[in-house]
């Protein structure tokens, strides 16, 4: 299967300039406009990892949908240590929250390789490891270094610190008496702060009397 141009024969121009507004920091011209279900559906389609890794072996990729569909496909390979080795030869090459936030990371339990990420200065990197963190860990397995974790991250960048807030948000739904806090003490910069308690207030998980009580913490 030559993926590329299946990407390229699944083009919708109407979609590519929808995305390309959500998405303002990359070039439009590496977009193709190819909806996520239909490059889902493709992903799911490739069975043989010798395919996979033919794909994901040339980096970087000329298009956006190509980065989607790479980050799809390493949850494919099955030998553990490879599969962490490409998600680690990958991340350096994502550059959009899309991206980012499409990658799969199911499979990942390794705290000191998460820690390793919240510490890397790639913005995506970064990201990805606080979405593991809320993904995998604000269930059964949950501990409290884990928001500490997030809280002590220091990045000066939108998506790193929206990533920041979502998690503190989710955290809040899930765990909010151990979680509740972070926010109390205002242990998160103003701008995080304040949008984790919007996001927060959003949620059909949280109290109405949770949701007055987290509104009365905003800081002015």
Known sequence: MDITAYLLEHCDPEYKSFTAKLIPDIDPDSMIGVRIPEIRSLARSVKDEKTVLSFIKVLP?????????????????????????????????????????????????????????????????????????MSNYLGAGFDDRYPKMVADVVFDDYYVNMMRAWYFATALAKQYDAVVPFVEEKKLDK??????????????????????????????
């Not at 998600?87 to 990371?105: A, G, H, I, K």
């Not at 701008?191 to 949701?211: L, M």
Request: with cysteine.
């Open 191 to 220: 701008w995080t702060h304040n949008k984790a308690i919007q996001k927060a207030v959003e949620s059909y998980r949280i109290t109405d009397e949770q949701k007055a009580y987290l509104k009365s913490l905003k800081i002015a």
């Open 61 to 133: 990729h000329r298009y956006f949908e190509e980065n989607i569909l790479h980050g799809l496909l390493i949850d494919k390979i099955k030998d553990e240590k490879s599969y962490i080795a490409e998600l680690e030869r990958f991340l350096p090459y994502v550059d959009n929250w899309s991206v980012c936030d499409t990658m799969s990371c199911k499979r990942l339990n390794d705290e000191a390789l998460i820690k390793k990420w919240l510490k890397s200065d790639h913005p995506y990197t970064v990201r990805f490891g606080i979405k593991v963190l």
